[in-house]
């Protein structure tokens, strides 16, 4: 049991001090059993405050660290570094939450934050005095990564990993790399081609022999855990009569980039299918782009008056996909600009919710102003409408920017700027249970501690897949996936939390109640002494807990979290 703790209260400062009064809370405490002695700090995540931790940890001979901050999904990894580089072992120490479950969660009620506070910090205490020094569980890992998606952010990813000297294998639903990149023409701020873009970067992978490009291929099972997956692949024939060819590959750790879609209209949205004037901006890129004549013409009729309905599938106030797809405002945009310049006569009308062409993407929109393009803001209240008069398409919207006068106009094509949305077959998520957030895109654990990373331990996320993003945020996402990735493998042998289920296998009759409770099935059924019993996968296990309260005989305990412990902190919190 633990003798010597240490604890650190902080301000967070005034998230935390603002509503619940930390000297009490250190008056509180500084007596219990075990602590040594207690202070306030107003940033404790601060590097002065981490050195001064590490000295105190040093000076007053301490075994155990409690730090009452933030929540510990910011943190945890923070303080526990402090306690290592202060010669304790870093899972003894102990987070308490006090921001989130107290000072947040009751601003309206200093006093009562201030109790609450008070006794989440004893039963971190009390935790404390039981936590043990655990070690990581360290085991071999297959040197080579699977990137799965080979539109840009993919091809990126791979082609990092091949610079890295890491075995890499790229996996292709379709039967081309360059995903929707190489379908456009100009792209904006660098007018080089899509199509350029991708065939350069295909060029660059095919040139090491790192890396296997594997098109018309698809993930249909996985199975495994970081270090050790198995992929099942399927080959689609390519002709009717050619057999289904099956491989296995073995990774050790897994990109998936495997994009997005672009939104569809629903039939009679803004006149989209019934209006044939009534197009999506991927079709007008696709018309400006392979148009050759002087003049612009859609279904032989040729186009001068173009108007622009941005946030189509974006920002809906009705709908599930309440995102901004980001990129849209600028691809419109620099679509709109070349138009302009390729074809005479063109006037281009844009009906935005407001623009978003952010950073240097700004001076596409100052272009598009002094060209003399028209822009009027509607809001989500007052959408424009769309219909027809004497086979003519007019459009009217409230421009609120002048103050809501209802502004009438006859156009030749009606241009709706459709926003990303996650792809419609999810099976890669489903195969390896990654998370999705509110916009149904696939989640990481932090946007900005950990952004590229999933709860599947040795599996990241790279370009669209996560959400909307634009080329070079892609390849930014895609060049962090794969560093990341490469970091899990690269040594040959990686390290696991030692924060698992532990089965007492002499009490263990199993009843499969532990195995039907494991979200990542890491219980599995075995035989021993003639018994059959539970096991741990120890790979496998993120130590959730889920099995322990679901066993009848109370078999199962979790390192870190055992019965002593959980008691301990019940007893101090009641």
Request: with cysteine; net charge negative.
């Amino acid at each position: 049991m633990k003798e010597r703790l240490g604890v650190y209260i902080c301000h967070c400062g005034g998230n935390i001090s603002d509503y619940v009064d930390v000297e009490k809370v250190r008056a509180a405490i500084e007596h219990e059993e075990g602590v040594v002695f207690a202070k306030t700090t107003m940033f404790a995540c601060s590097d002065t405050n981490q050195t001064d931790m590490v000295q105190d940890i040093h000076e007053h001979n301490l075994d155990g660290v409690i730090v009452a901050s933030c929540s510990p999904k910011l943190h945890l990894t923070t303080f526990r570094n402090v306690t290592e580089r202060g010669d304790l072992n870093k899972y003894t120490y102990v987070h308490a939450n006090i921001r989130e479950q107290a000072s947040w969660a009751h601003s309206d009620d200093k006093l009562g934050a201030t109790e609450k506070a008070i006794h989440l910090v004893k039963a971190a205490i009390a935790k404390s005095r039981y936590a043990d020094p655990l070690f990581p569980n360290q085991f071999e890992a297959e040197k080579t990564i699977a990137v799965i998606g080979g539109g840009i952010a993919g091809m990126k990813a791979a082609l990092s990993l091949a610079e890295k000297k890491s075995n890499v294998i790229l996996i292709e639903k379709g039967n081309r790399l360059g995903g929707h990149t190489a379908e456009w023409g100009s792209l904006f701020m660098t007018d080089e081609k899509g199509f350029e873009l991708t065939t350069r970067i295909e060029n660059d992978l095919r040139k090491y022999n790192n890396v296997t490009i594997l098109t018309g291929e698809e993930v249909i099972d996985t199975k495994g855990s970081i270090g050790n997956f198995e992929l099942k692949i399927r080959r689609q024939p390519q002709k009717e009569d050619d057999p289904m060819e099956i491989m296995e590959l073995h990774v050790g750790s897994i990109v998936v980039a495997t994009g997005y879609d672009h939104y569809l209209p629903k039939q009679g949205e803004y006149g989209f299918g019934t209006n044939e004037t009534v197009i999506t901006l991927p079709e007008f890129k696709q018309l400006v782009d392979k148009s050759t004549s002087k003049s612009l013409e859609f279904k032989g009729k040729k186009i001068n008056n173009i108007a622009y309905v941005y946030c189509v599938g974006s920002r809906q106030s009705e709908g599930e996909n309440t995102y901004c797809s980001r990129f849209c405002c600028t691809s419109v945009i620099h679509t709109a600009i070349e138009a302009k310049k390729k074809f005479k006569g063109i006037q281009n009308i844009h009906l935005t919710r407001g623009i978003r062409t952010y950073g240097k993407q700004e001076l596409l929109y100052a272009e598009s102003l002094q060209m003399g393009d028209v822009y009027l803001e509607f809001d989500e209240h007052t959408l424009p409408e769309i219909h027809t008069e004497d086979k003519k398409t007019v459009v009217t919207v409230k421009d609120i920017l002048s103050a809501g006068k209802e502004m009438e106009m006859e156009v030749d094509l009606v241009v709706l700027v459709t926003g990303m949305v996650p792809r419609a077959d999810q099976s890669i998520g489903s195969m390896l249970k990654l998370p999705k957030g509110r916009d149904r895109f696939f989640n990481e654990i932090h946007m900005k501690l950990r952004p590229v990373e999933t709860v599947i331990d040795g599996v990241t996320i790279a370009g669209t897949c996560q959400g909307p993003k634009n080329i070079s945020e892609s390849v930014n996402s895609a060049l962090s996936a794969a560093t990341k990735s490469f970091s899990y493998i690269s040594k040959g042998t990686l390290e696991t939390e030692p924060i698992i289920a532990k089965i007492d296998q002499d009490a263990c009759s199993w009843c499969d109640k532990c195995s039907n409770a494991c979200p990542f099935d890491a219980i599995e059924q075995i035989e021993m002494g003639g018994r059959t019993v539970a096991s741990v996968n120890p790979i496998v296990c993120k130590g959730c807990g889920m099995c322990t309260p679901v066993c009848p005989v109370d078999a199962i305990n979790l390192i870190g979290y055992t019965s002593e412990e959980i008691m301990s902190m019940i007893d101090a919190l009641a």
